[in-house]
């Protein structure tokens, strides 16, 4: 199962429609695409609008793959959950974010070697072809908690102030 996040502030139709169009060339993949207010007409999905933090979490789980949109909540999940993302950032010069601060986020964390990223529908197309279903990477993972290292040296700098 392939779980697509579009996050919730705003609707990301150009993603739901590049993943109806992939889904659409693997029709034994079930994609579950959560999505708020898409007009797209879906044919090859599971689109809902919203889930209960429960429900996101199942599909999240269940997952063999996540599509995100750039948004740091699922990028994290996806490192401390060790799941294989793809990111494609939402872009204000399609009305889909106030500002390309998630042009910035997946910029970033592309180059620190974190997460896949299609930049666009035709580079998304391409990297889920590369990947699915056997070349499943996972480029970086984070754990779920800092290290005793990092705590030790926040608790002697607070202790120290």
């Known amino acids: 199962m392939v779980f697509v996040t579009a996050g919730?502030?705003?609707?990301?139709?150009?993603?739901?429609?590049?993943?109806?169009?992939?889904a659409a060339q693997y029709p034994d993949t079930i994609f579950v695409v959560q999505a708020l207010k898409s007009a797209v007409q879906t044919n090859h999905i599971?689109?809902?609008?919203?889930?209960?933090?429960?429900?996101?979490d199942k599909h999240f789980s269940n997952a063999k793959l996540i599509i995100s949109h750039a948004g740091m909540g699922t990028i994290i999940s996806a490192l401390v959950k060790k799941k294989p993302?793809?990111?494609?950032?939402?872009?204000?010069?399609?009305?889909?974010?106030?500002?390309?601060?998630?042009?910035?986020?997946?910029k970033q964390m592309d180059i620190d070697g974190y997460v896949h990223v299609?930049?666009?529908?035709?580079?998304l197309i391409a990297q889920f072809k590369s990947m699915w279903p056997d070349k499943?990477?996972?480029?970086?993972?984070?754990a779920n908690e800092a290290s005793k290292?990092?705590?030790q040296d926040l608790d002697h700098y607070i202790k120290s102030q």
């Not at 993302?85 to 997946?106: C, S, W, Y």
């Not at 299609?118 to 580079?123: G, I, L, T, V």
């Not at 499943?136 to 984070?142: A, C, M, S, Y």
Request: hydrophobic letters at 45%.
């Open 118 to 123: 299609a930049y666009d529908e035709q580079e």
């Open 149 to 151: 290292e990092f705590i």
């Open 46 to 56: 599971q689109l809902v609008d919203f889930l209960s933090p429960r429900d996101f």
């Open 85 to 106: 993302i793809i990111v494609m950032p939402r872009l204000v010069k399609f009305n889909e974010h106030r500002n390309d601060h998630q042009l910035g986020t997946a």
């Open 136 to 142: 499943l990477i996972i480029r970086k993972t984070i």
């Open 8 to 22: 919730t502030q705003l609707p990301f139709d150009r993603l739901v429609n590049v993943v109806d169009q992939i």
